[in-house]
Structures are given as structure tokens and as C-alpha cells.
């Protein structure tokens, strides 16, 4: 009767275990090239599109191209101000950035703290859906270095 039950839960742990597994889809093409898809969050999209401009932001403060990723988005405010005429609307976001110095093999990576105005044209206004080109621009605020 143990045998039939050390069995019987093992044949459960493996068909739960099995059921956790994420199976990612995958097709391979006729060159041999993979087309696949992942999972990705609007962060990520996000980000994707401000690359290029953070990129610069970090090239400019390190003189240098650099390797760099962002490790923590750790503020987003939409920020209105009804003070000025027009009403002045943009995102205030920090970042936690993991900088790699690409002449020094094996160093710790170095930590900063980018905090950006994004500007977005048209954002909450009447005339948003009628314009046709939204060019996002980043302003920097702050660019602290840790270490």
C-alpha cells in the first residue's frame, strides 16, 4: 500500500509540475531562423521608445558611449499644471540605471539615478486624435551618480 502511495503522489507532483511549465511558441523558418514571441509589458514598450534619448543622456554624462539598462523604473507622475496657459501636461519619471564601463572587463557596474521630464504633444488636450506626427521628447531633471 506505501508503494501505491508514494506512486500516486508522484505521479500528481509530476502532472502539477508539468502544468507550471511555461511553453513558449516557436516556429522555425525555412533559412532556420526562429520567429518568436515573448511576453512584454507596456514598460517595456515604453522604454524602447526613450532609449535612444536616455542613451544620449548617459553618453553625454560619461563622455563616452557606455553599456547601460535600466534596473527599476521607480517613478511615474503624470504632472498638470493649470497655473500656466496653456495648461502644461508631461510625465516626470526616475529610473535606477545599471552603467557597464566597456573598457573595464570585470568591474562592478556603476548605479545612477536619472529622473526625466517626457513630453508628449497634445497629451490631454481637445486636438490629441487630430494630429497625425507625436514626437516624444525627454528633458533631463536630475542625474545622480551612486557609485
Not at 511558441?25 to 534619448?53: C, F, H, Q, R, W
Not at 557606455?66 to 504632472?79: A, F, G
Not at 493649470?82 to 557597464?100: I, S
Request: glycine share 2%; proline share 3%; net charge neutral.
Amino acid at each position: 500500500m506505501r508503494n501505491y502511495a508514494k506512486c500516486l503522489i508522484l505521479c500528481i507532483v509530476a502532472l502539477l509540475s508539468f502544468n507550471m511549465i511555461t511553453i513558449a511558441n516557436a516556429e522555425v523558418s525555412k533559412v532556420g531562423k526562429i520567429k518568436k514571441e515573448t511576453y512584454a509589458t507596456t514598460e517595456d514598450v515604453l522604454l524602447n521608445l526613450m532609449e535612444p534619448k536616455l542613451n544620449k543622456i548617459i553618453t553625454e554624462k560619461y563622455g563616452k558611449e557606455m553599456s547601460w539598462y535600466v534596473d527599476n523604473v521607480t517613478k511615474v507622475e503624470l504632472i498638470v499644471d493649470h497655473t500656466k496657459n496653456p495648461t502644461d501636461v508631461w510625465y516626470d519619471m526616475k529610473f535606477a540605471v545599471r552603467v557597464h564601463n566597456p573598457d573595464k572587463k570585470g568591474h562592478e557596474p556603476l548605479l545612477d539615478i536619472i529622473e526625466v521630464r517626457v513630453d508628449i504633444p497634445n497629451l490631454l488636450t481637445e486636438d490629441r486624435y487630430k494630429e497625425t506626427e507625436s514626437t516624444l521628447t525627454l528633458k533631463l531633471i536630475d542625474y545622480i551618480q551612486i557609485r
